[in-house]
Nanobody, 126 residues
Framework: QVQLVESGGGSVQAGGSLRLSCAAS????????MGWFRQAPGNERERVAT???????TYAASVKGRFTISVDNAKNTLYLQMNGLKPEDTAMYYC????????????????????WGQGTQVTVSS
């Protein structure tokens, strides 16, 4: 049984930083596509960043240069380092994993990912 557990969310002021973690069990990090998504109230769930099984990363234009997705294979954990946070980054953040896909990860919408965590809230105040 695949389980993804996010942590690290919180409330910060604009310009601050947070690091989100996603601990996986029943699933090997780096074996397939993984990603971070976010959803603000009233909005659809959107892609933030993805990482392929080969370590290739892709970012949404709105976070490129500020966020970094990475993995720690020894800990079987996915991370999202978020710097220079803005109020518009406020959302529930989810990690997700694909059952089969190993590349082209960002081309798949949220609905295409198979496994999801429960989410962690990020709130950025101005």
């Amino acid at each position: 049984q695949v389980q993804l557990v996010e942590s690290g969310g919180g409330s910060v002021q604009a310009g601050g930083s947070l690091r989100l973690s996603c601990a996986a069990s029943g699933y090997t990090i780096s074996s397939r596509c993984m990603g971070w998504f976010r959803q603000a109230p009233g909005n659809e769930r959107e892609r933030v960043a993805t990482i392929s099984s080969q370590g290739g990363t892709t970012y949404a234009a709105s976070v490129k240069g500020r966020f970094t997705i990475s993995v720690d294979n020894a800990k079987n954990t996915l991370y999202l380092q978020m710097n220079g946070l803005k109020p518009e980054d406020t959302a529930m953040y989810y990690c997700a994993a694909h059952r089969l896909l190993t590349f082209g990860c960002f081309s798949v919408s949220a609905g295409g990912y198979n496994y999801w965590g429960q989410g962690t809230q990020v709130t950025v105040s101005s």
